[in-house]
C-alpha cells in the first residue's frame, strides 16, 4: 500500500516508516501536522493515512474531516497515545476507519494493516468493545424500534466479553448463566451479524453497526 505518516514526532514518524517499508508498503509522505496532512493527501492520494491525533495548526480529527470530505475513498486511520473516548468517537464520526493505540505490537499493526487492505476497519477488540457499549447507549437513549436483527441487552453483554477475548466458560461465569447459555448467546449473535467466529466479530461491530447510531 502507498502510506502517508502524518505525527509531529518525527523519531515516531521515522520508526513507523521503517516498519512499513520492510513490510513492503510504500510511505509517499510525512506530514508534522493536520494542516500539512491535508495537503500531501491531496497530492499523493494515497492508499492509506495513517494519522495522529493531537498535532499542532490542525489536530488529526479535523485533518480526517477534511480529507474524507475532499477524498472520502481514502482510508484513515487514527495511530494516537490518546485513549480518550471523546477522541475515538469524534475519530469514528469523521470518518476514521480504525482508532489504534501506538503501544500496540509491530505484529498487531501489521495485521490491522492488512485488515485495511481488505476494507475492514482497524480496531482492536477492547476499542470495538467501548464503541457498541456507545452506540447501545445511543440507541436507547433515542428509543429506537424493535427490530429482530438488534442484539438485545444481554446479547450486547456477552459481545462485549467475547471482544475482551474471555471465552464460553469465563463469559458464564462472570454473567452468572450456565455455559450453554452462554454458547446459545453466541450463536444467535453470530447468525444476528453474520459472521462465523469470534475473531470476525470485532471488525464488523464497526462495520456494520450493531445497534443504530447517529
Same mark, same amino acid.
Given at each position: 500500500?502507498?502510506?502517508?505518516?502524518?505525527?509531529?514526532?518525527?523519531? $515516531?514518524?521515522?520508526?513507523? =516508516?521503517?516498519?512499513?517499508?520492510?513490510?513492503?508498503? %510504500?510511505?509517499?509522505?510525512?506530514?508534522?501536522?493536520? *494542516? %500539512?496532512? @491535508?495537503?500531501? *493527501?491531496?497530492?499523493?492520494?494515497?492508499?492509506?493515512?495513517?494519522?495522529?491525533?493531537?498535532?499542532?495548526?490542525? /489536530?488529526?480529527?479535523?485533518? #480526517?474531516?477534511?480529507?474524507?470530505?475532499?477524498?472520502?475513498? @481514502?482510508?484513515?486511520?487514527?495511530?494516537?497515545? /490518546?485513549?480518550?473516548?471523546?477522541?475515538? $468517537? #469524534?475519530?469514528?464520526?469523521?470518518?476514521?476507519?480504525?482508532?489504534?493505540?501506538?503501544?500496540? %505490537? /509491530?505484529?498487531?499493526?501489521?495485521?490491522?494493516?492488512?485488515?485495511?487492505?481488505?476494507?475492514?476497519? =482497524?480496531?482492536?477488540? =477492547?476499542?470495538? *468493545?467501548? @464503541?457498541?457499549?456507545?452506540?447501545?447507549?445511543?440507541?436507547?437513549?433515542?428509543?429506537?424500534?424493535?427490530?429482530?436483527?438488534?442484539?438485545?441487552?444481554?446479547?450486547? %453483554?456477552?459481545?462485549?466479553?467475547? #471482544?475482551?477475548?474471555?471465552?464460553?466458560?469465563?463469559?458464564?461465569?462472570?454473567?452468572?448463566?450456565?455455559?450453554?447459555?452462554?454458547? $446459545?448467546?453466541?450463536?444467535? @449473535?453470530?447468525?444476528?451479524?453474520?459472521?462465523?467466529?469470534? #475473531?470476525?466479530?470485532?471488525?464488523? =461491530?464497526?462495520?456494520?453497526?450493531?445497534? *443504530?447510531?447517529?
Amino acid at each position: 500500500m502507498r502510506i502517508l505518516l502524518a505525527d509531529d514526532h518525527s523519531l $515516531f514518524r521515522d520508526g513507523v =516508516a521503517s516498519l512499513l517499508e520492510a513490510w513492503g508498503h %510504500e510511505v509517499v509522505g510525512q506530514a508534522s501536522d493536520g *494542516a %500539512e496532512a @491535508i495537503v500531501l *493527501a491531496d497530492r499523493s492520494r494515497p492508499d492509506l493515512v495513517l494519522m495522529d491525533v493531537r498535532m499542532p495548526v490542525l /489536530s488529526g480529527l479535523a485533518a #480526517t474531516q477534511r480529507i474524507k470530505a475532499d477524498h472520502p475513498e @481514502i482510508p484513515i486511520v487514527m495511530l494516537t497515545v /490518546s485513549e480518550d473516548e471523546d477522541d475515538l $468517537f #469524534t475519530a469514528i464520526k469523521a470518518g476514521a476507519q480504525g482508532y489504534l493505540l501506538k503501544n500496540l %505490537e /509491530s505484529r498487531q499493526l501489521r495485521r490491522m494493516l492488512e485488515a485495511v487492505a481488505r476494507g475492514e476497519p =482497524a480496531i482492536t477488540p =477492547a476499542t470495538a *468493545a467501548r @464503541i457498541l457499549e456507545e452506540f447501545a447507549r445511543i440507541d436507547r437513549a433515542a428509543g429506537a424500534p424493535a427490530d429482530p436483527d438488534r442484539l438485545t441487552d444481554r446479547e450486547l %453483554e456477552v459481545l462485549g466479553l467475547v #471482544t475482551r477475548g474471555l471465552r464460553n466458560k469465563e463469559i458464564a461465569a462472570r454473567l452468572g448463566i450456565s455455559e450453554n447459555t452462554a454458547k $446459545f448467546h453466541l450463536k444467535n @449473535i453470530l447468525e444476528k451479524v453474520h459472521v462465523r467466529s469470534r #475473531t470476525e466479530l470485532a471488525a464488523r =461491530a464497526v462495520q456494520q453497526r450493531l445497534v *443504530a447510531g447517529d
